[in-house]
Each structure stands twice: as structure tokens, then as C-alpha cells.
């Protein structure tokens, strides 16, 4: 496991990231409907087309796998460069989720979080967050952890 990692950042990374992951899996193959209609807030469900329900659970296949990603690499290694890489991928795709999310959204919608649904305070606020302590870490905010223990040994 990444022990390296300061208790914060360790937490979010190794735990809270990945249930989040598990839950964006389960969620489309328990309802797809109300998983598709709910990535826009304030859209009811409508009958799904084979497009939106394909989309739906691909969607959730790639949360699956983003889960798989972070438990394999994050407790398989104790290489700071490799954790490091992972996480600058993570930062550069939390960008780009919370653009897409954006985009789509329109500022009026993404800016207004008292009508967020379940699915916005994921795809807007968790993504957030997780890109916060990212860049917290990244620029070493949590301290120097690995060059402290490399001393403690010297």
C-alpha cells in the first residue's frame, strides 16, 4: 500500500475514492432510468433509448474500472513516482469531468448548488474535492512525508 501517503490524503485515496467509484458502478445497473435522467438535475425520467441506457451502464462499467484502478495501483505500491503519475492523471480527468459536467449543465445550473441532485454533489462537489486534496498533495500542502521517513532511516 502507498503508506507513504499522509492520513488525509490516504483516507480520500485508498477509501473514500474508491467506495465513491463502487457506488457509480452499482448505480446505473440498478436503475438505469433514473441514473441517465439524473445527471442533469431537474430532468424526469423519460424512456430510454438503447443509446442513453448503453451509455448508461458503459458509464458505470468505466466508474468499475476507475475503482479497480485505484485499489490495484494504490495498494500494490509503495513507489512515490508511481502514486505520483496515477494522481496527475486523476487531477487532469477530474478537470475534465468537471468541464464536461459544465458544459452540458450550463453556468446558471452549475453555479445554482442548492438544485444539485445526488448526481451533481458527485459529478460537481465530490469531483471537486478529490481534485483539491490532489493538488493539496501534489504540491505538498500534507508535508513532506517521504523525504521524512527517508531521513528517520538515515
Known amino acids: 500500500m502507498a503508506a507513504f501517503l499522509p492520513p488525509f490524503p490516504r483516507l480520500v485515496f485508498t477509501i473514500l475514492e474508491p467506495l465513491a467509484c463502487i457506488g457509480g458502478y452499482i448505480a446505473p445497473f440498478l436503475d438505469t432510468a433514473s441514473f441517465a435522467a439524473a445527471q442533469v438535475p431537474s430532468i424526469t425520467p423519460t424512456p430510454l433509448t438503447s443509446t442513453t441506457q448503453i451509455l448508461a451502464l458503459q458509464l458505470g462499467n468505466c466508474y468499475g474500472l476507475l475503482a479497480l484502478i485505484c485499489i490495484g495501483v ?21 478537470i475534465g469531468h468537471i468541464w464536461v459536467t459544465y458544459e452540458v449543465l450550463g453556468y ?16 460537481i462537489g465530490f469531483t471537486l474535492f478529490l481534485f483539491a486534496t490532489r493538488f493539496a498533495y501534489l504540491a505538498g500542502l500534507f508535508g513532506d512525508r517521504i523525504n521524512a521517513s527517508v531521513k528517520k532511516r538515515a
Do not use: H, M, Q
Not at 76 to 92: D, F, G, H, Q
Not at 108 to 123: E, I, M, P, Q, T
Open 74 to 94: 494504490l495498494y500494490s505500491t509503495n513507489e512515490p513516482k508511481v502514486v505520483r503519475n496515477y494522481l496527475i492523471a486523476c487531477a487532469i480527468a477530474d
Open 108 to 123: 446558471a445550473n452549475f453555479v445554482d448548488v442548492k438544485s444539485w441532485n445526488s448526481l451533481a454533489w458527485g459529478n
